[in-house]
């Protein structure tokens, strides 16, 4: 992309040093599609670190504020540092689009404000948009494909795979004060909607089994959605799909009676996964 190679190692550190299997993962790509998603992860990871830092949520806010303010500068042509080259360069190359950069900021700026607790239905949704379809929308044209059906593979894939996040992490989020489990579904079952009082609800089963469907219906829709895409560009898509595909289906088979013991796939597991999604 024309990037100066410190400032492209600059933006891979960033990936190194949150111990994600991303980077990893990313390998597949060509180098300029890779350091390109290394920009759009680096991204997104430092904003959601000022999500989760422990300020005051003004703070927080402003902070986030000052993101929207320099991706609105990237977009103007103006970059500050190496981190800014590098993703103005991405943003330049694969036409990102900035209202899938200000979407992923409004998602952070919601957990930047308090703890989400019990949303509605709406507002579960929405976040799942903000805070993980909106990655995927940036995403996709970085591996290759700007369709309409890439969208729609953004669309679906990013509602699986965070409603996979929030599955697998009741418990680890319980003890920061959240749930993002949504209110109408837990009142339901007569679940108090706090968060202290889902991790041992004996009916958090049953509000498990309803989410986990509505991520398998979303799983298969990005499938259909991916048979329309480039099938070279949707490679990195089918792989975490897949994967997490696989952890929602290991979480199925423990059940919700214990949130507190975190589901995981081994290395070996994750690379036959993986292998099994880059050949079908």
């Known amino acids: 992309m024309g990037c100066d190679p410190a400032d492209l190692a600059e933006v891979e550190q960033i990936v190194v040093r949150s111990g994600t299997s991303f980077g990893k993962g990313m390998r597949i790509l060509p180098p300029e599609r890779r350091y390109g998603m290394y920009a759009v992860y680096a991204f997104c990871r430092l904003v959601d670190d000022v999500a989760d830092d422990e300020g005051e949520p003004d703070d927080k806010c402003r902070r986030l504020e000052d993101w929207r303010a320099r991706i609105a500068r990237l977009y103007a042509g103006e970059a500050r540092d190496g981190i800014d080259r590098v993703l103005m360069a991405t943003i330049r190359r694969f036409d990102l689009r900035q209202q899938d950069f200000n979407d992923v900021i409004d998602g952070m700026e919601m957990d930047a404000r308090g703890p989400v607790v019990a949303p509605d239905e709406a507002t579960f949704d929405l976040y799942c948009d903000r805070v993980a379809s909106a990655v995927g929308r940036l995403s996709v044209r970085v591996f290759g494909d700007a369709s309409a059906h890439a969208d729609q593979v953004a669309y679906h894939l990013g509602r699986a795979l965070q409603i996979t996040n929030i599955l697998r992490d009741v418990a680890e989020d319980a003890r920061l004060g959240r749930l993002y489990l949504p209110?109408?579904?837990?009142?339901?079952?007569?679940?108090?909607?706090?968060?202290?009082?889902?991790?041992?609800?004996?009916?958090?089963?049953?509000?498990?089994r309803i989410l986990a469907g509505r991520a398998h219906d979303h799983f298969r829709a990005a499938s259909r959605a991916m048979r329309l895409c480039d099938r070279t560009a949707m490679r990195p898509a089918r792989v975490m799909g897949a994967t997490y595909a696989a952890i929602l289906a290991a979480q199925e088979r423990q059940g919700w009676g214990t949130p507190e013991k975190r589901v995981s796939l081994s290395r070996p597991r994750k690379v036959l996964v993986a292998l099994r999604a880059l050949v079908a």
């Open 183 to 208: 209110r109408e579904l837990l009142e339901r079952f007569g679940i108090t909607p706090q968060p202290a009082a889902v991790v041992h609800a004996p009916r958090l089963e049953q509000v498990g």
